[in-house]
Nanobody
């Protein structure tokens, strides 16, 4: 089981940027992929971005061009850089690690974008 701890959420105004961090309890090379999801009030959990062990990235259409996923291998941490934030980006953001068919989740971090 992988323990994931997200940080970096907060309250920002529309148009501003925010960077989320997700620290893993194991080497990020020991999992197949790590990614970011979010759940807005009253909505289902939504996939945002993922980075594989090999470094390949994938994005949801809704955030492509605004959000960027990256990693720091030495810190076993992935990041989500979010630019040009909109009020509809308000949600709880979760980090996930996938390995051998098992998904581990972080506790989530709240992002609120005020207009």
């Amino acid at each position: 089981q992988v323990t994931l701890v997200e940080s970096g959420g907060g309250l920002v105004q529309a148009g501003e940027s925010l960077r989320l961090s997700c620290a893993a309890s194991v080497s990020i090379f020991s999992v197949n992929a790590m990614g970011w999801y979010r759940r807005a009030p009253g909505k289902q959990r939504e996939f945002l971005a993922r980075i594989t062990k090999g470094g390949t990235t994938e994005y949801a259409e809704s955030v492509k061009g605004r959000f960027t996923v990256s990693r720091d291998n030495a810190k076993n941490t992935i990041y989500l850089q979010m630019n040009s934030l909109k009020s509809e980006d308000t949600a709880v953001y979760y980090c996930a690690a996938t390995s051998r068919g098992i998904i581990d989740w972080g506790q989530g971090t709240q992002v609120t974008v005020s207009s």
